[in-house]
C-alpha cells in the first residue's frame, strides 16, 4: 500500500489561448482552476498569457509584474505550485521563463535553453544557460520548455551514486505551444523521455489557432515511466484534469528493471 506522504496530485490545463490578451488569458485560466478541490501542482501551457509570441517588446513582463504575482495568489488561493512560461524581460533582453510559483510567496525559474529558431524565436530571445531542479513534497521534478523536448541530452536523467532513489528527478515537464502538424513527433518525444530517463513525464500544450493561423492540437498528457499513458484530452478539448502519481510506483520499477545502472555518464557544458 502506498504512503500518502508519497503521493502527489498534479493537476495540467489545457486552454485555447487568446493571442497576446493577458487579461483574457488569466480569467479563463482562473476559470478552469476554480473547478479543482485539492492539488498539489498545476501546470500552465508555454506563454500561457499571450501565446507564442515573437513580438516580446509589445507584451513583456517583469518579475514584479502583474503576471507573476498573480500565480504567486493564485498558488496561495489553492494551496498549489502554479508553473507554466511567459514573457519576461531582464535588464535588455527578452526570455521565455518558467515560473514556479510557491503557495508561500516565493518563486524559482527556468529559461528555456533551445529556442525554437525554425520560427525566429532565437532572434528575439536570450537562452538560458542551466537546468534546474525543484523539490515538491519529496518529489523532484524538473521543468522545461517546448522544443528542449528534442533534445534528449538536456532532458537525460542522470544518476551519480548509483542509487534507484539517487536519480536528478522523478518527473519531467515541458510546457508547450506544440502545433497540430507536428503532433506526432510530440506524443512519441514524450513517451521516449519517459522511457529512457525511467520518469513521469508531463506535458502540457494549448489548444486553438493562433494569429499566424497556426493551429494546435493540445495532446496534452502524462506519461508512466514504463510509457503509459495514464492521463490525456480529447483532440481539441479544452479544461483542466488531475491525477496522483505514486513514488513508490516509480522507485519499485526503478529497483526492478535498473536499465539506469547500464547508461552512459557525461557531462553537459
Known amino acids: 500500500?502506498?504512503?500518502?506522504?508519497?503521493?502527489?496530485?498534479?493537476?495540467?490545463?489545457?486552454?485555447?489561448?487568446?493571442?497576446?490578451?493577458?487579461?483574457?488569458?488569466?480569467?479563463?485560466?482562473?476559470?478552469?482552476?476554480?473547478?479543482?478541490?485539492?492539488?498539489?501542482?498545476?501546470?500552465?501551457?508555454?506563454?500561457?498569457?499571450?501565446?507564442?509570441?515573437?513580438?516580446?517588446?509589445?507584451?513583456?513582463?517583469?518579475?514584479?509584474?502583474?503576471?507573476?504575482?498573480?500565480?504567486?495568489?493564485?498558488?496561495?488561493?489553492?494551496?498549489?505550485?502554479?508553473?507554466?512560461?511567459?514573457?519576461?524581460?531582464?535588464?535588455?533582453?527578452?526570455?521565455?521563463?518558467?515560473?514556479?510559483?510557491?503557495?508561500?510567496?516565493?518563486?524559482?525559474?527556468?529559461?528555456?535553453?533551445?529556442?525554437?529558431?525554425?520560427?525566429?524565436?532565437?532572434?528575439?530571445?536570450?537562452?538560458?544557460?542551466?537546468?534546474?531542479i525543484f523539490n515538491l513534497k519529496g518529489w523532484k521534478v524538473c521543468p522545461l520548455i517546448c522544443y528542449d523536448l528534442r533534445f534528449p541530452v538536456w532532458s537525460r536523467n542522470q544518476n551519480l551514486n548509483g542509487l534507484s532513489s539517487d536519480f536528478e528527478y522523478d518527473i519531467l515537464i515541458y510546457v508547450a505551444n506544440w502545433p497540430e502538424a507536428r503532433r506526432k513527433a510530440w506524443k512519441t518525444l514524450l513517451e521516449a523521455r519517459a522511457h529512457e530517463n525511467q520518469s513521469y513525464v508531463i506535458g502540457v500544450n494549448r489548444v486553438g489557432k493562433d494569429a499566424n493561423q497556426i493551429n494546435h492540437s493540445g495532446d496534452s498528457c502524462i506519461i508512466s515511466p514504463k510509457g503509459e499513458t495514464l492521463l490525456d484530452f480529447e483532440l481539441l478539448e479544452e479544461g483542466i484534469k488531475t491525477i496522483e502519481l505514486d513514488l513508490n510506483d516509480l522507485e519499485s520499477f526503478r529497483n526492478k528493471f535498473g536499465a539506469w545502472r547500464d547508461k552512459d555518464q557525461f557531462s553537459i557544458t
Open 1 to 132: 500500500m502506498s504512503q500518502k506522504g508519497n503521493i502527489l496530485s498534479v493537476s495540467i490545463l489545457q486552454p485555447n489561448l487568446v493571442w497576446e490578451n493577458r487579461d483574457a488569458n488569466l480569467r479563463s485560466i482562473e476559470d478552469l482552476c476554480s473547478t479543482v478541490s485539492s492539488t498539489d501542482l498545476i501546470i500552465l501551457p508555454e506563454m500561457f498569457s499571450t501565446g507564442f509570441s515573437m513580438q516580446p517588446e509589445n507584451v513583456f513582463e517583469s518579475m514584479d509584474g502583474h503576471t507573476v504575482k498573480w500565480m504567486i495568489a493564485l498558488a496561495k488561493k489553492h494551496s498549489s505550485v502554479i508553473t507554466g512560461s511567459l514573457i519576461i524581460k531582464e535588464d535588455s533582453s527578452f526570455y521565455n521563463r518558467l515560473i514556479w510559483a510557491s503557495p508561500d510567496g516565493s518563486t524559482h525559474t527556468y529559461d528555456k535553453r533551445h529556442l525554437f529558431s525554425f520560427a525566429g524565436e532565437n532572434q528575439h530571445y536570450s537562452s538560458g544557460n542551466s537546468r534546474v
